[in-house]
């Protein structure tokens, strides 16, 4: 049995990929009135779909092996938007958590940025707290600065669903999160040149 969670693949790019959060909200709509109520669950998952290129044997069978080891859905793998694996921001060398943080929390002071220095990280960078399979994936929803001892608060999204403590490291290139597969089945096409085609869809696995 492999050691989850398992690395994609890389050597084929994705060709074109979806990412998003999956999210549960309670509405009610009054039938009298339209007035509406809203309650937000906790569930946030990422979720993704990606579409591999055209390509040959060689090439294929790197995915496919990996596509069998997940075992369907039992497995696990590390995977991110791959079109966002850098910051937009400025930020750089070592980041660490600044205190501690509770399940739940949207907005994490860090330290270790250059002193006073303006969009440290910006809108839509993605951070990734935890490695292996303990590795979660949140997205950064306001552009931050940091003071004049390299200190910030870094508003994110989704809320914290495990506590942060103290000096914790701060990912925030290549960033991931464990995913399995949407199904237990999974396939690949071949056409008549020979060449296979693959696609599959995942959701964060917690």
Known sequence: MPSYPLTMPTNVGIKTSEFGLVRSVGLTVSPF????????????????VYNLPLMNR????????????????????L??????????????GTILVNGQ????????????????????????D?????????SK???VTANANSNASGQSNIEIQPPLKTALSDNSSVTYT???????????????QANETGLFSISFSCTESI
């Open 174 to 188: 290549n960033t991931k999160a464990v995913f399995r597969l949407d199904e237990n089945n999974v396939n690949w």
């Open 79 to 92: 995977a991110g938007d791959q079109d966002c694996k850098t910051i937009q921001g400025v930020a750089s």
């Open 137 to 139: 994936l949140h997205i």
């Open 33 to 48: 009135t339209g007035q509406q109520q809203t309650y937000i669950n906790s569930l946030a998952l990422w979720r993704a």
């Open 101 to 124: 943080h509770s399940i739940g929390a949207t907005s994490i002071a860090m330290d270790g940025f250059a002193l006073s220095t303006n969009n440290v990280f910006k809108k839509g």
């Open 126 to 134: 993605y951070l990734q707290f935890g490695s292996g399979s303990s």
């Open 58 to 77: 060689q090439r294929a069978s790197e995915w496919m092996s990996f596509l069998s080891e997940l075992n369907g859905r039992y497995g696990t793998f």
